[in-house]
T-cell receptor, first 113, second 114 residues
């Protein structure tokens, strides 16, 4: 079965600074990769996803992520963070032949004024 | 109109009680899920149904029993509640099984067992 590691439990950045959240996956075949965001008291919302094709994918709210097969990574980036980006971010991996999506432990993002 | 809706949003109950959480999706999806999110925000799949048929049943105590009366509904019943059942339970749906596709989540049901 597939698995996901998010090495950073908590990251703090200043408003306006750039952001990179790390995600590493383990899966023997081509993975389906996702980033979700969870604001306090809310459900998870999809930011972006990678199935195939261009390895740099654009998402909502100015986020992007790059799939690097050689590093088994799918890191999330944003060039300039806004205070409203403070939330919990989850990387997830799915697979074509099952619908058991596995989530990482999440990275909590704090944005300093 | 909410795509995936769960009720109740908050549930506070005593140990030993039985409770249910209901979930409905109006997206026309074939597959529905229950996830448990613990106090450390870790999300763990519990069950998945595809067209009312159980397809994923993770190692979950048999006090937890899902029921899917139709493909738009997936309810979760919990018997003999324990302190460790306190968590946020998320319902989700996806277009079809086996396609590794995007999940659409409800807002969660926070269960507190006293």
């Amino acid at each position: 079965a597939q698995s996901v590691t998010q090495p950073d439990i908590h990251i703090t950045v200043s408003e306006g600074a750039s952001l990179e959240l790390r995600c590493n996956y383990s899966y023997g075949a081509t993975p389906y990769l996702f980033w979700y965001v969870q604001s306090p008291g809310q459900g998870l919302q999809l930011l972006l996803k990678y199935f195939s094709g261009d390895t740099l994918v654009q998402g909502i709210k100015g986020f992007e992520a790059e799939f690097k097969r050689s590093q088994s990574s799918f890191n999330l980036r944003k060039p300039s963070v806004h205070w409203s980006d403070a939330a919990e971010y989850f990387c997830a991996v799915g697979a074509l032949n099952n619908n058991d999506m596995r989530f990482g432990a999440g990275t909590r993002l704090t944005v300093k004024p | 109109d909410t795509a995936v809706s769960q009720t109740p949003k908050y549930l506070v109950t005593q140990m030993g009680n039985d409770k249910s959480i209901k979930c409905e999706q109006n997206l026309g999806h074939d597959t529905m899920y229950w996830y448990k999110q613990d106090s450390k925000k870790f999300l763990k799949i519990m069950f998945s149904y595809n067209n009312k048929e159980l397809i994923i049943n993770e190692t979950v105590p048999n006090r937890f029993s899902p029921k899917s009366p139709d493909k738009a509904h997936l309810n979760l019943h919990i018997n003999s509640l324990e302190l460790g059942d306190s968590a946020v339970y998320f319902c989700a749906s996806s277009q079809r099984a086996g396609a590794g596709g995007e999940l659409f989540f409800g807002e969660g049901s926070r269960l507190t067992v006293l």
